[in-house]
């Protein structure tokens, strides 16, 4: 059974960092890619980042160059650097599991930026 937690969210203040980690059970987490969404009050789930298990990523276009994926196999873990962050960046952050289109879900942190 597939398993993501995630952990590092919180509140800070606009122009700050946090950096939000995700540990991943119950899968081959090296052949697994790796992502983060996030989901704004009164807003659709969007996608922040991915990085595959070959190790490219992707992001979302308004996020680069603030926001940071990474993934250590090792440790069963992928993360998100996000720095100069926003009001607009508050929402909660799920990280995401996608093996040959099987998805799985943690449950989500929640990131508050106050301006």
């Known amino acids: 059974q597939v398993q993501l937690v995630e952990s590092g969210g919180g509140l800070v203040q606009a122009g700050g960092s946090l950096r939000l980690a995700c540990a991943a059970s119950?899968?081959?987490?090296?052949?697994?890619?790796m992502g983060w969404f996030r989901q704004a009050p009164g807003k659709q789930r969007e996608l922040v980042a991915v990085?595959?298990?070959?190790?490219?990523?992707n992001y979302a276009d308004s996020l680069k160059g603030r926001f940071t994926i990474s993934r250590d196999n090792a440790k069963n873990t992928v993360s998100l650097q996000m720095n100069s962050l926003k009001p607009e960046d508050t929402a909660v952050y799920y990280c995401?599991?996608?093996?040959?289109?099987?998805?799985?879900w943690g449950q989500g942190t929640q990131v508050t930026v106050s301006s």
């Open positions: 119950g899968m081959i987490f090296r052949r697994n890619d």
């Open positions: 995401t599991s996608d093996y040959r289109g099987f998805r799985s």
């Open positions: 990085i595959t298990s070959d190790f490219s990523t």
